[in-house]
């Protein structure tokens, strides 16, 4: 597959009714708005953005973290230059407003569903089904937002390889922040895996690649022990050593010494 | 203060730095340079060396600056104070005000701000040196740094300026030229051509103006091929994390091949930090030679100290004696750099890098 790279201001097609996402028309003519990769998908050419902020859009699963909690509203950082507002009533039981801080209190997190943004950009969320999940335990990892795709790869392959192979649960929001939980170092190892992905996002057979990183680093980890029991050894040899030197000195400072 | 040279321009046509009236300077440009900017980019144009960093599109503070219907571009404009030859006054100036607002409009029409309404897209510009035609050049590397923090364009700027010295219509001006030339003409314009910024210095006849338009045009077309290839460039070449490198070459050595050519190809400074890396790993595995090696080199040296002692003493025995602790003190300062690299292994490649220089300074010292 030959992805074609394209920069602002790029011709992408003559015919002016095949302008999809990231693209603009001028004089009935297709350009790019974005440096990305073209997509042709049915009849649309667009453009996928490789940089760029996350705009939040309807039915939208992203990962918030409390901001602020109003009487009526629980305002919620999403990674984006927007912040989105959870409204009291969509939470299942009636909660006093005096009682919201109980529920959630500024620094918590929660997997939530954009419900609305209007044109003015005010986003409105809700609970992602009825189920109210705020993260408890685990660690909350960000990556860009235009590289969300490629950590959950082509049907989800890449999010079920990193699952079975760090035997942690993960939880990506399209909003690039990523919820994993497990064990502390299947998740040292996950997040690891994850700034890789970030940083190579663009590179064919990724997951392979993903793939044998873990692998290495958990050999790695397996070799570590005996590699740190070498390290010990060493400082040993190298304390009488020490002694060692300075006793040459001092004889030398003896031997230098003029008045001798 | 009077040092301006007789003639800008030779009789052959040529001038003062060896290039003729329709060429622009070398131009430098690197791309992702600040890792806390959404955008950044590094240019260097003549002896103009300038650095951009975009933020955005992003809240935008205080909130009576937002728009409801777009985001609110702004663009700042300022000169380091060590960026000319007498040192330039740090803060806003008249000058760098009024560039930051001519520059900023020149990009509001290719910025689709509406599509982000209520945010503010920021562009810094910093002037690290300057040498005539700072502007234009700030404006070229901002519209890749922009490109680079995927903020939506309608296409690139381009920015150059002609002028008039010695009685001659020349593209891109250099400090000579602007300072004695009789006048400087600042353009930028969108890569069809339309003009988003004409500024004007100096005294111009509509035929000269004309003529320089040309030249104009030339220069902005060469200088977008120039933003396009390093912009192309960067997003087809995998992004390397020179970190993760010796990593994977550990186990599997199939793929170092492939890894390690790729980030050759695109970025010499890149392979300089991987081979640092790897010189690093190449230590870190080796130490515990070293100092099995360096015990009986610290006996032989103390049998030399011995001899010295017994014998009558002679300087040249010392001085050697002297010569080979300091070395042997040099090797053993590194081995013991590398086991606290080897328990620390957050700690990066430029520890060794840094460290055999001050062990041999400590060497002198001793001496």
Known sequence: MEKKIVIPGDLLSENSKKAGYGTYVKNDKIYSLFCGIESLKEDKVGVIPLAGAYIPSVNDVVIGIVIVVTPSNWIMDIASPYDGL??????????????????????????????????????????????????????????????????????????????????????????????????????????????????????????????????????????????????????????????????????????????? | MNDKPNKLITDDGLRLDGRRADEIRPMKIEIGVLSRA???????????????????????????????????????????????????????????????????????????????PKTAIDIFVEILQADAGTRTAAINASSIALADAGIPMKGLVTSCAFGKVDGQIVLDLNKEEDNYGEADFPVAMTQDGEITLLQMDGHLTPEEIKKGF???????????????????????????????????????????????????????????????????????????????????????????????????????????????ETEEEAIEAETEEEAIEAEDESKGPWKVVKDPSESGSRGENDE
């Open chain 1, 86 to 260: 959870f409204h009291v009533s969509e939470y299942p039981r009636r909660i006093e407003s005096q009682n919201m801080p109980e529920v959630m209190d500024v620094g918590d997190s929660i997997i939530l569903r954009v419900k609305d943004v209007d044109s003015s950009m005010k986003v409105e969320l809700a609970l992602r089904d009825s189920n109210f999940y705020k993260l408890k335990t685990g660690l909350v990892v960000k990556v860009e937002p235009v590289k969300v795709p490629r950590v959950i790869g082509h049907g989800g392959s890449m999010i079920s390889m990193l699952k079975k192979e760090t035997n942690c649960s993960i939880f990506v929001g399209q909003n690039g922040r990523i919820w994993i939980d497990g064990r502390d170092e299947d998740m040292e190892l996950l997040s690891k895996a994850l700034r890789k992905i970030e940083a190579e996002a663009q590179r064919s057979g990724l997951t392979d690649r993903i793939y044998n990183f873990l692998k290495s680093e958990r050999s790695k980890k397996k070799e570590s022990r005996p590699a740190k029991y070498f390290k010990s050894k060493k400082k040993e040899t190298k304390l009488p050593k020490e002694s060692h030197s300075e006793e040459i000195y001092r004889k030398i400072d003896v031997l230098l010494d003029p008045k001798n």
């Open chain 2, 214 to 324: 040309e030249l104009v045009k030339k220069g902005c077309k060469e200088i977008l091929e120039i933003q396009q290839t390093v912009l192309r460039k960067k997003f087809e070449t995998p992004v390397e994390e020179p970190e993760a490198e010796p990593e994977a070459k550990i186990v599997d050595t199939e793929s170092e091949a492939a890894e390690t050519e790729p980030s050759l190809e695109y970025a010499p400074e890149a392979a300089a930090v991987e081979e640092t890396i790897e010189e690093a790993e190449e230590l870190e595995a080796e130490p515990s030679e070293e100092v099995t090696e360096t015990v009986p080199e610290a006996e032989e040296l103390e049998e030399i100290v011995k001899e010295a002692e017994v014998e009558v003493v002679d300087g040249e025995a010392i001085e050697e004696a002297i010569e080979a």
């Open chain 2, 38 to 116: 959404d955008g950044s980019c590094y240019l260097e144009w003549g002896r103009n060396k300038i650095l951009v960093g975009v933020f955005g599109p992003r809240e935008a503070h205080p909130r009576r600056l937002q728009r409801a219907d777009a985001a609110v571009i702004r663009y700042r404009y300022n000169m380091a104070s060590f960026s000319v030859e007498d040192r330039a006054r740090p803060g806003p100036s008249r000058r760098s005000i009024e560039i930051s607002k001519v520059s900023r409009e020149a990009f509001e029409p290719v910025i689709m701000a509406e599509l982000y």
